[in-house]
């Protein structure tokens, strides 16, 4: 199964992008990694919009703005990374969904209104770090999961938080050694 690493960490020392690779290592398998800070998604406009539509009306699914969305959906495993923002995830990250959410690329509908994956995507993997304690998981984990499971018909989640991270007099080394032995256990439960 292809690993493919999404990364939405744009903090040069970002603890999350720590974990994923922790993940990463202790998963042992090969991966390709798309950093969203060097290679960012543009949101949708009016032009861009257009541009997508009359692509996919005339069959040209192989064009670079299609990249995304094509390296997407070869992969079996998504292992995503992004810090919790403003009670969610980072916009660039929502970008990217936006090049990856496309119907007759990635999703279609067959009979009824129920979206059939055209991807071979089967397990989400997020990992996500917070300043303080999340109020719920909703906005963050709960949205992605939504898309993974309704789009791309993706059973198969794991999700790996650290919290509280710069509350004042917080210890984030034991925090993070805390997931990290979340992750060991995630393995060894696993093997
Ligand atoms: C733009 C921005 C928004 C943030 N919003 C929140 C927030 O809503 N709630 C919270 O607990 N922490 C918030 N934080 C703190 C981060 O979640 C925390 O520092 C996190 O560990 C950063 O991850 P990183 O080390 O991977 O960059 C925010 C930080 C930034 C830079």
Redesign the pocket.
Known sequence: MKTLFINA???E??????LAYYYLEKNGMPFEELDLEKERAMPLDRAGLLKRGELLEQGKTDDPLFRNANQFREAGEIVI?A??????I?AILKDYIETIDIVGLTFHYVADDVPKTLSKVRKLVFL???????INDDYGYGYLKAIFENFFEVKDFVYFK?????LYGAD?ERILAETRAEIDRYFAEES
């Open positions: 960490c744009v903090r020392e970002s603890r999350t992008r720590q990374a810090p919790y923002w403003d009670l969610s980072p996500t770090t917070a300043g303080g304690t999340m650290a919290e509280k991270l710069d984030p």
